[in-house]
């Protein structure tokens, strides 16, 4: 069924969400550099410039917007008949403590990775479904193993990406449609950032001051270790080529060394080792009530 499945994808297109920069960017490089049809969105598409001059059909995309969903399904299927490969990446990273978020700012959090991703797979899989072929391709996280102080919102809808995709996988493939999930450590983008960006200023009475200070130093320091982009493109591109391509593709030795441990290291024993590695981002005793 594997080697059926890819003679009718050859030739269909691939969409890109969230492709104006960073991992999205290069996964559209990539496709479109190896001659699949690449069409690549973001909210903003003068960002998409250097992908329509590199060959990249170019798509004006929210994926929280339904409208815009919707015409951008039926653009791309009314051209090709059928999305091939669907890669879901569109996403960003809300931190801060769980207690000083804005509900608000969750919402939109979920809305964007969860809810848009969703969005996107129930609009493609109907053509898919016609075509009797499909890939989606749902760029989720190392964070969709474990949790960790000051992102536990962001970790959560990675948790959600990864039980939609265990469950969807399973609900299409009679239909010969191909549920992947990609899996990077953190990569060097605008990622951190743009969501350092997004920490909520609750003045330095916070109980969480201190922890929010260190948390955006570290951050910042750490992406001098992250993987490229062009690393987390190249898996996808594995994803997209392979006649029976794996349910998980873990990227970098960071992602492989969190799942052996998470799996062999009792919950109670992993936390502690968390703890002890991000201890900036827990506020001190007397901070607590």
């Not at 929210?62 to 890669?87: K, M, N």
């Not at 080529?241 to 109670?268: A, F």
Request: hydrophobic share 40%; with cysteine.
């Amino acid at each position: 069924m594997s080697k059926e499945t890819s003679k009718v994808l050859k030739g269909l297109p691939a969409l890109v969400t969230g492709a104006s920069s960073g991992i999205g960017k290069a996964i559209a490089l990539r496709l479109s550099e190896e001659g699949i049809p690449t069409w690549a969105t973001a909210r903003r598409p003068e960002a998409l410039k250097e992908l329509a001059e590199a060959g990249c059909r170019t798509l004006a995309l929210d994926v929280t917007d339904e409208q815009q969903a919707r015409e951008a399904i039926a653009t791309v299927e009314a051209e090709h008949g059928a999305i091939g490969y669907l890669i879901n990446n569109a996403g960003y990273q809300q931190p801060g403590h769980v207690e000083e978020i804005p509900l608000e700012a969750i919402q939109a959090q979920f809305d964007v990775n969860v809810f848009g991703l969703i969005r996107m797979t129930q609009l493609a899989l109907p053509g898919m479904r016609a075509k009797g072929a499909g890939r989606i391709i749902n760029i989720s996280s190392v964070g969709a193993m474990f949790s960790c102080p000051m992102v536990g919102i962001y970790h959560a809808t990675k948790y959600a990406v990864e039980a939609i995709s265990d469950a969807l996988r399973m609900e299409v493939k009679p239909f010969g449609i191909q549920v992947v999930q990609i899996q990077p450590p953190g990569v060097r983008t605008q990622f951190i950032n743009t969501g350092n960006n997004l920490l909520p200023d609750t003045g330095t009475d916070s109980p969480y001051a201190a922890a929010k200070a260190a948390f955006a130093a570290k951050t910042v320091e750490m992406v001098k270790t992250h993987v490229t982009p062009a690393v987390v493109a190249a898996a996808v591109l594995k994803a997209v080529k392979e006649d029976n391509p794996r349910t998980v593709y873990r990227v970098g030795s960071q992602t492989h060394r969190t799942n052996i441990l998470r799996r062999l290291l009792p919950k109670r024993t992993y936390d502690g080792l968390l703890e002890r590695a991000l201890c900036e981002f827990i506020p001190e005793p007397s901070g607590r009530s």
